[in-house]
């Protein structure tokens, strides 16, 4: 997964991702808004989905909390994000920018055709 996130206490993000699923890869967006953090960072994440019965499970509305930080290529951090289907997401992410990030958001997937 890509994305953007700008923060200065708010924080919003967009990108998008690549799903790798029974053999198969699925292209996906990704928005969201959240708060908590300072700065500007692109993300690349990459990680595991746990508990993902069906591909229609993916998309949808998940709470993430999220913690790392940026200084040029310099990072740490993990994100984890949970939607209502209880679908899990532990992404490890790597940042470029100046960033501090600790806090949550509201992050929305929507599956491409």
């Given at each position: ?42 993300i ?33 951090g ?8 209880g ?27």
């Open positions: 997964m890509q994305q953007v996130q700008a923060a200065f206490i708010g924080s919003g993000a967009t990108g998008d991702g690549t799903l790798t699923y029974r053999g198969r890869t699925y292209s996906f967006t990704v928005s969201g808004l959240g708060v908590g953090g300072i700065g500007v960072s692109t690349d994440a990459r990680g595991e989905v746990y508990d993902l019965q069906t591909l229609q499970d993916f998309p949808g509305t998940y709470a993430q909390g999220r913690y790392g930080f940026a200084i040029g290529e310099t990072s740490a993990d994100l984890w994000l949970k939607n209502g289907n679908v899990v997401m532990h992404l490890k992410a790597k940042r470029t920018g100046l960033m501090l990030s600790l806090g949550g958001d509201a992050v929305v997937i929507t599956m491409r055709r």
